[in-house]
């Protein structure tokens, strides 16, 4: 069986032809879905549209392969490609089985498969596992039914059948595809992890999957699980001496949400010698003094924090666990262990006004943040949030679910109840603004410049931030 594996541009492959989009990541997940087929005697290749959005590039991948399945990973931005993508490969190859999975389904099954007629199957969560038991039912050798896959949702004749979730992949099983390292440091270039990292080569790693904590805002309901330190050590040593890596992004949720497991990460990756630098996630509070400390030894460049809010009553509404004074406290013990922060702001919660939001905004711009993204709360379909506005009568259930899949960021509903949307799209200008543009910021970020060569990634993204700027307020 031959699978032609696709990652799904985010913008509408219209407006793909026209820009040039930059990235920071390689399709890791696609690579370990080829890693796991491949143990399973099944050839597949991975055709990237991040790289080439253009649907007529697609279907010559297609002509070309000839596969008997595409398997789509999408993000909740994107979506709309694959009803596109998948409704252009079964007019021409209709016998083309067509398989969905990735980031967007935490997405309910019902909703992804209703907007995407043309897809057959489903496949909710990790793939390694599932997926090339999939294939196997499909290519007929296998006596396994599709009622036994986990998490596999697929069409009965007229019915949508959606399988429950049971179990989850032990991570330390998963082999590592190191052979899959590609140089994608020219469409690296100019996002905002060159900025925070430096110079490409950059891969990302993973330590841990699923998280031990339920935001309401977001729909990864896996349990939280660790990969050995030993394996994730021996990884970041053989891309180091196979592909000349020398900086890594964590792609785990919460990386130090196990305090043990996180200092025996660390203190192996000192005693391993690797002249490595990294970044994570992870949450305020999951982090101490002591930590930390450990963490820049390790190599620690960058911690994206999920701030969200430095409000009591809005941290307890996203269910974040955590309060302001923590927060605080583990912004300023990241700046004085020597580790730059990015901090992640939400706004638009229920409740929210505009004079919380501007608080917020002024916190922030006092601890000393290296980075910040500011965001509206988005209302996916799936998450606890979204369940909120539907009681309260804030948005309807169906109009809902179909806004959070045409692919327009703008169209995802938001909790329209203290602010409007309009208001909403001030303030986030507003807040990133002034975190960018106060007294102090640009020398704050040129003191902790190292060399020539950060001085100018740092000069070319300010001076791209300011003509953005610029631009869109005229």
Known sequence: MKVLLVRVPIQTCEVMKQVTFTYFAEPVGLHYLADALAAAGMDSTVHDMFLDADPESFMAAVAAYRPDVVGFSSLILGYDNVGLLSGLLKAGFPNVTTVV?????????RVLMEQGTTIDYLIKGEGEELFPRLCRVLSGCTSEELAGIDGLAWRDGGMIVENRRKHFIDPAAISYPLDRYLDYNDAMEGSIMTVMMGKPPIAFIEASRGCPFRCSFCGV???????????????????????????????????????????????????????????????????????????????????????????????????????????????????????????????????????MIRENSATLNSLGVDYALAGIARLFCGTPLFERAVERGVIDRRHGEECCLTGQIDWIPVYEETLTYAEMKELEAEVVKKFYYRPGYVWQRLRGVRDAVEFWRMSRFLARFTVSRFSRAC
């Open 101 to 109: 999975g990735g980031p967007c389904t935490f997405m309910p099954s």
């Open 221 to 355: 309901h896996e349990p939280y699980r660790t990969r050995p330190p030993e394996k994730v050590v021996a990884e970041m040593g053989e891309l180091y001496r196979r592909h000349g890596v020398r900086k890594f992004v964590f792609g785990d949720y919460t990386l130090t949400a196990d305090r043990a497991h996180a200092e025996r990460l660390f203190q192996l990756i000192i005693d391993s010698g690797l002249r490595v630098e990294w970044g994570c996630d992870t949450r305020v509070d999951c982090v101490s003094p002591e930590l930390l400390k450990l963490m820049k030894r390790a190599g620690c460049r960058v911690i994206f924090y999920g701030v969200e809010s430095f409000h009591q009553e809005t941290l307890d509404i996203y269910n974040k666990r955590t309060d302001p004074a923590t927060i605080e406290q583990a912004l300023r013990d990241t700046r004085r262990a020597g580790i730059q922060s990015l901090a992640y702001m939400m706004l638009g919660a229920p409740g929210e006004t505009r004079e």
